[in-house]
């Protein structure tokens, strides 16, 4: 994937995972964008630990893959956080 595709996918996934994960969190688009393509990594991972597969283009399944990480990362940040 390149660069482009990677800001896109981050940035979708951050967006959607913010989305769903309630609370107020207050960072901006580049920190949301950071999310999300940490959350790939993260969704990446554990999806290949179970055999779903990874975060390896711009497409439905990644999107999913990227959004449940950077949901899980949200997550945990809310709870070392508060």
């Not at 994937?1 to 979708?12: E, N, R, T």
């Not at 969704?43 to 290949?48: D, K, L, N, T, V």
Request: glycine share 20%; charged share 5%.
């Amino acid at each position: 994937m390149g660069i482009l595709s990677w800001i896109i996918l981050g940035l979708l996934a951050g967006v959607l995972a913010k989305w769903l994960m309630p609370g107020n969190d207050g960072s901006g688009w580049f920190m949301t964008m950071v999310l999300g393509i940490a959350g790939a990594f993260v969704g990446g991972f554990i999806g290949s630990l179970f055999g779903f597969g990874s975060a390896d283009g711009l497409n439905i399944g990644s999107v999913i893959t990227a959004t449940v990480g950077a949901f899980i990362l949200l997550f945990v940040y809310n709870k070392i956080a508060k």
